[in-house]
Antibody, heavy 123, light 107 residues
Framework: EVQLVQSGEEVKKPGESLRISCQTS????????IGWVRQMPGKGLEWMGI????????RYSPSFEGQVTFSTDNSISAAYVQWSSLKASDTAMYYC????????????????WGQGTMVTVSS | DIQMTQSPSTLSASVGDRVTITCRSS??????LAWYQQRPGKAPKNLIY???SLKSGVPSRFSGSGSGTEFSLTINSLQPDDFATYYC?????????FGQGTKVETK
């Protein structure tokens, strides 16, 4: 069974750094992209970007470029998103999701989702 | 960026109703359009991919249609579990983008 299990809730102060994880299982990790989606409290879904573990190719939304960094550890089939200096506006639920493959390595709709990691940034 | 606009933002309906949600894109996304359902406090769940393909395991009362810039999600005979928020998403061009969501609530 394909599963994406995310790390637990985080409460941080502005200016602190953070890395949250998405532990995958049940499939060949390097063969599928992993995407990240933000949902601020009471708001809709925002596409943050996507990373291909096979070659670390990454596409960021312009809204998140320079604000977050995606990475993977292929040895343990895990994906990460990290912040170097959190802001209060980073308070949100963050989801990882695995897209289907349309053809070759082209990603499609998000097929499998993690349960989400709630990040709260407050002084 | 491609803008995705859903209508309506909120839809009031009753169990057994047929409901349709529309999603329009600011430029063509071909058929690279997905629909997701999100229940409160839960992760989104994919219902439809490639505009009209039903994901395995999703009830057949859900259907999608459209191509280019106009898409729709129809739920035939609304069930209690279907009261949720629905999002469209284009994956034709980066950055991928979501619609703002349509909340289906009880009338």
């Amino acid at each position: 069974e394909v599963q994406l299990v995310q790390s637990g809730e985080e409460v941080k102060k502005p200016g602190e750094s953070l890395r949250i994880s998405c532990q995958t299982s049940g499939y060949t990790f390097a063969a599928y992209w992993i995407g990240w989606v933000r949902q601020m409290p009471g708001k809709g879904l925002e596409w943050m970007g996507i990373i291909y573990p096979g070659d670390s190719h990454t596409r960021y939304s312009p809204s998140f470029e320079g604000q977050v960094t995606f990475s993977t550890d292929n040895s343990i089939s895990a994906a990460y998103v990290q912040w170097s200096s959190l802001k209060a506006s980073d308070t949100a639920m963050y989801y990882c999701a695995r897209p289907i493959i349309i053809e070759g390595t082209t990603p499609g709709a998000y097929d499998i989702w993690g349960q989400g990691t709630m990040v709260t940034v407050s002084s | 960026d491609i803008q995705m606009t859903q209508s309506p933002s909120t839809l009031s309906a009753s169990v057994g109703d047929r409901v349709t949600i529309t999603c329009r894109s600011s430029q063509s996304v071909n058929d690279r359009l997905a629909w997701y359902q999100q229940r409160p406090g839960k992760a989104p769940k994919n219902l439809i991919y490639k505009a009209s393909s039903l994901k395995s395991g999703v009830p057949s009362r859900f259907s999608g249609s459209g191509s280019g810039t106009e898409f729709s999600l129809t739920i035939n005979s609304l069930q209690p579990d279907d009261f949720a928020t629905y999002y469209c998403q284009q994956y034709n061009d980066y950055p991928w983008t979501f619609g703002q969501g349509t909340k289906v609530e009880t009338k």
